[in-house]
T-cell receptor, first 112, second 112 residues
Framework: NAGVTQTPKFQVLKTGQSMTLQCAQD?????MYWYRQDPGMGLRLIYY???????DKGEVPNGYNVSRLNKREFSLRLESAAPSQTSVYFC???????????FGQGTRLTVV | RKEVEQDPGPFNVPEGATVAFNCTYS??????FFWYRQDCRKEPKLLMS???SGNEDGRFTAQLNRASQYISLLIRDSKLSDSATYLC?????????????FGTGTRLQVTL
């Protein structure tokens, strides 16, 4: 059971480069989320998708875009990477409103 | 004020000790509550849900006080393997989705 799969696991970008972080879940969950985690800041919500075809901004959306490609996949795009986007990115999914979320293994991104 | 606040620690305790973590949240409309565990450089994983009636899972006991907007986690007979960061998580609704808000985490180090 894969659960939530994120690719890549590690990435180094130069300032100004673009890239897409991929996330796929095989749990048949409706909602998907992208978080970033920085030291001392906890996990902060970037974007979320309540269901296929919908996306909404979270707490820190600036510099990012997302696509909910289908029920399984939710991608996060950095159009022009900045050093401030150096972070660990986690994708998560959940089904019913008051249930827990399940996380992917994370993508460690460094922007130099 | 942060939506979810935790003491960052670290809590350094000897094996066999009892340790308690506390968490407060600001949104009185929050609907569900969780404790997650995060090991170094890994994704967060659900430890347990938290209910108003209190709930216990082996050595772990969680309590919720809605009136005080306060959540606690008690770990009895600490093991070396309990060393990790414990995240307090609060679930509320936003738009069409439910949204998990994370505390910054409390780090626990159990020593011999």
């Amino acid at each position: 059971n894969a659960g939530v799969t994120q690719t890549p696991k590690f990435q180094v970008l130069k300032t100004g480069q673009s890239m897409t972080l991929q996330c796929a879940q095989d749990m048949n969950h409706n909602s998907m989320y992208w978080y970033r985690q920085d030291p001392g800041m906890g996990l902060r919500l970037i974007y979320y998708s309540a269901s296929e075809g919908t996306t909404d901004k979270g707490e820190v959306p600036n510099g990012y875009n997302v696509s909910r490609l289908n029920k399984r996949e939710f991608s996060l795009r950095l159009e022009s990477a900045a050093p401030s986007q150096t972070s660990v990115y986690f994708c998560a999914c959940k089904n019913y409103p008051n249930t827990e979320a399940f996380f992917g293994q994370g993508t460690r991104l460094t922007v130099v | 004020r942060k939506e979810v606040e935790q003491d960052p620690g670290p809590f350094n305790v000897p094996e066999g000790a009892t340790v308690a973590f506390n968490c407060t949240y600001s949104n009185s409309a929050s609907q569900s509550f969780f404790w997650y565990r995060q090991d170094c450089r890994k994704e967060p994983k659900l430890l347990m849900s938290v209910y108003s009636s209190g709930n216990e899972d082996g050595r772990f006991t969680a309590q919720l006080n809605r009136a005080s907007q306060y959540i606690s986690l008690l770990i009895r007979d600490s093991k070396l393997s309990d060393s990790a960061t414990y995240l307090c998580v609060v679930n509320g609704r936003t738009g069409t989705a439910s949204k998990l808000t994370f505390g910054t985490g409390t780090r626990l180090q159990v020593t011999l």
